[in-house]
C-alpha cells in the first residue's frame, strides 16, 4: 500500500523558514517522480514543484510563485522527499501535500497533508 | 500560465442522475510527443484530493467505470453516468503539458 506521510509544518513569522519532509512507502521510491501541492483553504490546489528520477537526473521544476525561495529534493536511501522553504510570507499559508506521480501525471498519490501558517 | 476555467462552479444533483464537467484551457494542452496532459481528481470533504482520470481518459486504478472522461485540445468534460454518494465533493482539472501545471477552481458536486 503506498503511504506519504508528511511532517515539518507549523507556525512561522513571515520571512522564516520551514523544511518539510515527506516519507514514503509501499512502492519503488527511487523510481518515481514526485511533487509538492499545496493548497490554501477553500481554493483550489496549487502545484508547486516535482522533482524526476536518478534516471533522470534528479532534476526539477518549480512554479515561478515559489521559484527562488522554496527547493525540493529527495533522499532515495531514506525514501524521504523534502521541500526547504524560505522567506515565508503570509499567502504561503496552506495545506501542502507530497505526491507520487502517476508515470507524469502528479497526484496518482497524494499524502494527508501537512498545515503551514505564517504569521506574526 | 495556462488558465484552467471549470464549469459549472457548483452542480446540484440527484443520486442516480448523470453529471457532467467542463474543463477549458487558455491554450492547447497537446504535447509536442502527442499526448495530451489532462487529469482529473476528486476531494472530499476533510481529505486529500485523489486522482480519477489521466490523459484526457484513463481511469485510475480502482476507479468505477462510471467515471468517464473526453476531450482535445482546449474543452474536456468529465462525466458520472449515475452518481453515487461516494461521489459527493469538489471536482478538480489539472493540465501538466505546460510548465507551470495548473488547477481549476472546481466545481462541487452536491445534493439537490
Redesign the interface.
Known amino acids: 500500500e503506498v503511504k506519504l506521510l508528511e511532517s515539518g509544518g507549523g507556525l512561522v513569522q513571515p520571512g522564516g523558514s520551514l523544511r518539510l519532509s515527506c516519507a514514503a512507502s509501499g512502492f519503488t521510491f527511487a523510481d518515481f517522480y514526485m511533487s509538492w501541492i499545496r493548497q490554501s483553504p477553500g481554493k483550489a490546489p496549487e502545484w508547486l514543484s516535482f522533482i524526476r528520477n536518478k534516471a533522470n537526473s534528479y532534476t526539477t521544476e518549480y512554479n515561478p510563485s515559489v521559484k527562488g525561495r522554496f527547493t525540493i529534493s529527495r533522499d532515495d536511501t531514506q525514501n524521504v522527499l523534502y521541500l526547504q522553504m524560505n522567506t515565508l510570507r503570509a499567502e504561503d499559508t496552506a495545506i501542502y501535500y507530497c505526491a507520487k506521480h502517476m508515470r507524469t501525471t502528479p497526484g496518482g498519490y497524494w499524502g494527508q497533508g501537512v498545515m503551514v501558517t505564517v504569521s506574526s | 500560465d495556462v488558465v484552467m476555467t471549470q464549469t459549472p462552479l457548483s452542480l446540484p444533483i440527484s443520486l442516480g442522475d448523470q453529471a457532467s464537467f467542463s474543463c477549458r484551457s487558455s491554450q492547447s494542452l497537446l504535447h509536442s510527443n502527442g499526448n495530451t ?1 489532462l ?1 482529473w ?1 476528486l476531494q472530499k470533504s476533510g481529505l ?4 480519477l482520470i ?2 484526457i481518459s484513463n481511469r ?1 486504478s480502482g476507479v468505477p467505470d462510471r467515471f468517464s472522461g473526453s476531450g482535445s485540445g482546449t474543452d474536456f468534460t468529465l462525466k458520472i453516468s449515475r452518481v453515487e454518494p461516494e461521489d459527493l465533493g469538489v471536482y ?1 482539472c ?1 493540465q ?1 503539458t505546460h ?8 466545481t462541487k458536486l452536491e445534493l439537490k
Do not use: E, K, M, V
Not at chain 2, 99 to 106: K, R, S, V
Open positions: 496532459y487529469a481528481y486529500s484530493p485523489q486522482i489521466y490523459r485510475f478538480y489539472l501538466h510548465l507551470p501545471y495548473t488547477f481549476g477552481a472546481g
